[in-house]
Structure formats: structure tokens, C-alpha cells
């Protein structure tokens, strides 16, 4: 038997929310030490409405990705909108399932369906099943990505020693291309899964679960389009594949899976591009329910930029920094540069498309160079002028996923409440695995 580990989530209490609203609440931005990352809450919000409105269009349901914000207060917003809501959820950690739980989420209904989203691990299948239990307490329901038969062989091993087991509800991930996880559809690995999960009494098939990572490289709306088709085609064809192999079997009465099939797709680029246009493209018959899932589109960044589907007015994250040295004429072909105070820790060294790895809003300056602690602007085109030392600028990072994960809280303001000027809250993210 693999030797399981436990979340230490008793160890890890993060910074108290009450001190933070009572050093910050109403305090000027500019009061605020650098670097920070600041979220517009009205911003945030918007996105989440517009991405239900996006699902709905698409004739899917919805589950939010909570891997890039990891706060409750971020959860609700995904999860209830102006548009619609969700009860359905997916994590990325043990860490963010287990804060989920602690920080009333199940215990409201805010959330009802949880999916633990990486192939499941062999040594944290007890605290899976500790989990799992937490949820039934207020009927929800706990579900897994199983992408090999080892896993489901573990499973019904662990089963095996509980004294009251159930079946797990299990997504099959798939592999449309990517090569990131999953099975390829129609592949001797994908059958040989499949016979497992039928023969297994640890298990039950909910469905196929896609996640087109390389539709990042979209550039336009046509492009994000063909990632999605792509997405549904590759999960559809296994529900069409199972379906299949299911019909074939001796003992089809004793399988239990759970029909309609869910055909469980999307990346924050496909699911800009779901609406009713796109899904009317679908000219294949369904094997199943649809449903959309992303991950960084409350927040959005330059990766997200560059696919054409939104625009920076979208954005709703960003860091500050302060300028704390400037080098004239030390740049290429003699241009200017300016040191500001926030470096790798606080940005990532995630470049993408623009090659820098950030850029300064509302000035033609990008974050050109980078180390531990400190970054280096360089200007973007000829306007730019000379940074003044002490000058504080606000500069959108490529990938707020990673970024966000440097900082121990977010300072939220809101476009309606003092022009976004003020702190007007504090999340708190949730740190560790």
C-alpha cells in the first residue's frame, strides 16, 4: 500500500483578514508599500458575469477553476453572478479543496461539486476520502480525473480496507493533443482504462473531461473557435467510443456509470470563444451534456491579451511597483532604463508572446529584465519620457496564475467606491499543497 499524506492545513493559517481590513480599509492606494497586487473588484466580478453569460450562450453548465485567485471571497464571485450561478468547482490542490471546506463554502452550498484536478495521486487518496466525507455531510459530492488503470486498481485496494466505501464518480481525462495528461481516444491505453473502470466496483464514469492548454496561442476569435471544436470533438469521440465498448459487454447490466455522459471542456481562451454562433458549428451529435470550465478569467493578463478575445480594460489585476533608480541612455541603442522595487518574486519569470514580462499601464514602458527582487523598465516606442524616482507605476504581468501566488494578500478597490482609488477589502489567498 502507498503511504498516504494528510494536508496540513491546521499548520498553515495565513494572515489574519480582520487585522489586514483593519490596517487597510479606506487607505489610499498610494499609502500602500509596493510591491502589491491590487484587484478591481468590479472588474473581477464583470468577468465572471460575462463567462455565465458565455456558458449559458453555449447551452452548457458551467464549473469555475479556482487555481489562479484561491480566495473565498473570489469563489463566490465566480460562482454567483448578475448573469447565473454554479455549484460546480474544480482545484488544483489538496490545500484549496480542503480551504474550500474550511472556509463555509460547502457548508452554504456555495458549493456542492468539487473536482480534484490533476490525476489523482496515489498517497492522497485517504485524504481524498476525508474530504469526500466532509462534503456528503451537506450533500455534496467530491469527483476525480483518472487518466491510467493503476489508479483505479489503487482505489479499489484503498476500498477495500474502509468500512463503509462508496464508488468514486470519476472523470476520464482526455488527451486531445497537448500531450499535458489524459488518454488518447481510441488508443489501446484509452480501452484498456475504460475495462478497468467497468469491471471496477471503486468507480463510476461521470465522463470525459478536456482542457485545450495550447489554445493560449490563439490569436483571434477564429483560432480560439477551432481549440474549442477541437475539444469537444476529442471528448465526444471517447463518450462515442465508450458508449460503444459498453454496449459490448457481457456484464453491461453490472456497469455503473452516470448517463448522459458530462463532456467536460475548456482553458480561459476556448471559453471566451463559447457562444451560440460557435455552438452552432457543432455539427457532430452529442455523446452527452456539455459543460465549460476556466480557471484565470476572473483576473485575466497579457498571455490573455494576446489571443485578441479581450482587451486590457478587462484586465482586473495588476502590481504595483515603485521606481528606485533610473539609468539614462544605458538601454539599447541608448535608451533610458528605470530599476523598480518588485522582480521575480513578484511577477514570475512567465514571458509570452510581447516577450517582456509585464508591461506599465498607461505608459510606454515594459518590465524588459528581471531578477530576484528588483525588475528593469525599458520604454516600449520613442515617447516615453524620463520616471521620476518615487514613482509609482502599475504594471500588468503575463500570467496572474503565478503571479498571484507570490503574494501573502490582495488589496481589492472598486471602480464604483472613490474611483478605485481606496482599499475597500483584503483577501487572503490560500498557500501550500
Same mark, same amino acid.
Given at each position: 500500500?502507498?503511504?498516504?499524506?494528510?494536508?496540513?492545513?491546521?499548520?498553515?493559517?495565513?494572515?489574519?483578514?480582520?487585522?489586514?481590513?483593519?490596517? !487597510?480599509?479606506?487607505?489610499?492606494?498610494?499609502?500602500?508599500?509596493?510591491?502589491?497586487?491590487?484587484?478591481?473588484?468590479?472588474?473581477?466580478?464583470?468577468? &465572471?458575469?460575462?463567462?455565465?453569460?458565455?456558458a449559458?450562450?453555449?447551452?452548457?453548465? /458551467?464549473?469555475?477553476? %479556482?487555481?489562479?485567485?484561491?480566495?473565498?471571497?473570489?469563489?463566490?464571485?465566480?460562482?454567483?453572478?448578475?448573469?447565473?450561478?454554479?455549484?460546480?468547482?474544480?482545484?488544483?490542490?489538496?490545500?484549496?479543496?480542503?480551504?474550500?471546506?474550511?472556509?463555509?463554502?460547502? @457548508?452554504?452550498?456555495?458549493?456542492?461539486d468539487? =473536482?480534484?484536478?490533476?490525476?489523482?495521486? %496515489?498517497?492522497?487518496?485517504?485524504?481524498?476520502?476525508?474530504?469526500?466525507? *466532509?462534503?456528503?455531510?451537506?450533500?455534496?459530492?467530491?469527483?476525480?480525473?483518472?487518466?491510467?488503470?493503476?489508479?483505479?486498481?489503487?482505489?479499489?485496494?484503498?476500498?477495500?480496507?474502509?468500512?463503509?466505501?462508496?464508488?468514486?464518480?470519476?472523470?476520464?481525462?482526455?488527451?486531445?493533443?497537448?500531450?499535458?495528461?489524459?488518454?488518447?481516444?481510441?488508443?489501446?491505453?484509452?480501452y484498456?482504462?475504460?475495462?478497468?473502470?467497468?469491471?471496477?466496483?471503486?468507480?463510476?464514469?461521470?465522463?470525459?473531461?478536456?482542457?485545450?492548454?495550447?489554445?493560449?496561442?490563439?490569436?483571434?476569435?477564429? *483560432?480560439?473557435?477551432?481549440? =474549442?471544436?477541437?475539444?469537444?470533438?476529442?471528448?465526444?469521440?471517447?463518450?462515442?467510443?465508450?458508449?460503444?465498448?459498453?454496449?459490448?459487454?457481457?456484464?453491461?447490466?453490472?456497469?455503473v456509470?452516470?448517463?448522459? /455522459?458530462?463532456?467536460?471542456?475548456?482553458?480561459?481562451?476556448?471559453?471566451?470563444?463559447?457562444?451560440?454562433?460557435?455552438?452552432?458549428?457543432?455539427?457532430?451529435?452529442?455523446h452527452?451534456?456539455?459543460?465549460?470550465?476556466?480557471?484565470? !478569467?476572473?483576473? %485575466?493578463?497579457?498571455?490573455?491579451q494576446?489571443?485578441?478575445?479581450?482587451?486590457?480594460?478587462?484586465?482586473?489585476?495588476?502590481?504595483?511597483?515603485?521606481?528606485?533608480? !533610473?539609468?539614462? *541612455?544605458?538601454?539599447?541603442?541608448?535608451?533610458?532604463?528605470?530599476?523598480?522595487?518588485?522582480?521575480?518574486?513578484?511577477?514570475?519569470?512567465?514571458?509570452?508572446?510581447?516577450?517582456?514580462?509585464? *508591461?506599465?499601464?498607461?505608459?510606454?514602458?515594459?518590465l524588459?529584465?528581471i531578477?530576484?527582487?528588483?525588475?528593469?523598465?525599458?520604454?516600449?516606442?520613442?515617447?516615453?519620457?524620463?520616471?521620476?524616482?518615487?514613482?509609482?507605476?502599475?504594471?500588468?504581468?503575463?500570467?496572474? &496564475?503565478?503571479?498571484? @501566488?507570490?503574494?501573502?494578500?490582495?488589496?481589492?478597490?472598486?471602480?464604483?467606491?472613490?474611483?478605485?482609488?481606496?482599499?475597500?477589502?483584503?483577501?487572503?489567498?490560500?498557500?501550500?499543497?
Open positions: 500500500m502507498v503511504p498516504q499524506s494528510k494536508t496540513p492545513f491546521e499548520l498553515l493559517n495565513g494572515p489574519n483578514k480582520q487585522d489586514l481590513l483593519d490596517a !487597510y480599509i479606506g487607505k489610499p492606494m498610494e499609502s500602500i508599500r509596493t510591491p502589491a497586487i491590487v484587484i478591481d473588484r468590479k472588474l473581477f466580478a464583470q468577468n &465572471c458575469a460575462n463567462m455565465h453569460n458565455k449559458r450562450e453555449w447551452g452548457a453548465t /458551467f464549473r469555475a477553476h %479556482l487555481k489562479t485567485h484561491k480566495t473565498t471571497e473570489g469563489t463566490r464571485l465566480q460562482l454567483s453572478s448578475q448573469e447565473d450561478q454554479t455549484h460546480a468547482v474544480i482545484v488544483s490542490t489538496m490545500m484549496e479543496a480542503w480551504q474550500v471546506v474550511r472556509s463555509g463554502l460547502v @457548508a452554504d452550498s456555495t458549493i456542492q468539487l =473536482l480534484y484536478g490533476l490525476p489523482v495521486a %496515489l498517497n492522497k487518496v485517504e485524504d481524498l476520502s476525508n474530504l469526500r466525507r *466532509e462534503f456528503a455531510k451537506y450533500g455534496g459530492v467530491v469527483r476525480l480525473l483518472v487518466d491510467h488503470p493503476d489508479q483505479i486498481l489503487f482505489l479499489e485496494r484503498f476500498k477495500a480496507n474502509q468500512e463503509t466505501p462508496t464508488r468514486w464518480s470519476v472523470f476520464v481525462k482526455i488527451n486531445g493533443g497537448q500531450n499535458r495528461a489524459g488518454v488518447s481516444p481510441g488508443s489501446p491505453g484509452f484498456t482504462l475504460l475495462d478497468v473502470i467497468f469491471k471496477s466496483t471503486a468507480v463510476q464514469l461521470h465522463g470525459f473531461y478536456g482542457h485545450a492548454g495550447n489554445a493560449y496561442a490563439s490569436t483571434s476569435l477564429s *483560432e480560439a473557435s477551432a481549440f =474549442l471544436s477541437g475539444e469537444v470533438q476529442a471528448v465526444n469521440i471517447a463518450a462515442e467510443y465508450a458508449l460503444n465498448a459498453i454496449s459490448k459487454l457481457d456484464h453491461r447490466d453490472d456497469v456509470i452516470i448517463q448522459p /455522459f458530462v463532456l467536460s471542456v475548456g482553458s480561459t481562451p476556448t471559453a471566451h470563444a463559447a457562444s451560440k454562433q460557435t455552438r452552432e458549428l457543432l455539427s457532430q451529435a452529442l452527452g451534456t456539455l459543460e465549460l470550465h476556466a480557471g484565470n !478569467y476572473p483576473m %485575466l493578463d497579457l498571455q490573455q494576446h489571443t485578441g478575445l479581450i482587451d486590457n480594460a478587462q484586465i482586473s489585476q495588476h502590481v504595483r511597483a515603485t521606481v528606485i533608480s !533610473y539609468y539614462a *541612455e544605458r538601454g539599447v541603442d541608448g535608451s533610458d532604463e528605470a530599476m523598480i522595487d518588485a522582480g521575480a518574486i513578484a511577477f514570475s519569470k512567465d514571458t509570452g508572446p510581447s516577450g517582456s514580462y509585464g *508591461e506599465v499601464v498607461g505608459l510606454p514602458w515594459t524588459s529584465r531578477s530576484q527582487e528588483h525588475g528593469i523598465l525599458a520604454p516600449s516606442n520613442s515617447t516615453a519620457t524620463p520616471l521620476k524616482l518615487g514613482t509609482i507605476v502599475r504594471i500588468v504581468s503575463q500570467h496572474a &496564475c503565478l503571479t498571484a @501566488a507570490a503574494y501573502p494578500w490582495y488589496y481589492i478597490v472598486d471602480g464604483d467606491i472613490g474611483e478605485g482609488s481606496e482599499v475597500v477589502d483584503v483577501w487572503v489567498p490560500w498557500k501550500g499543497w
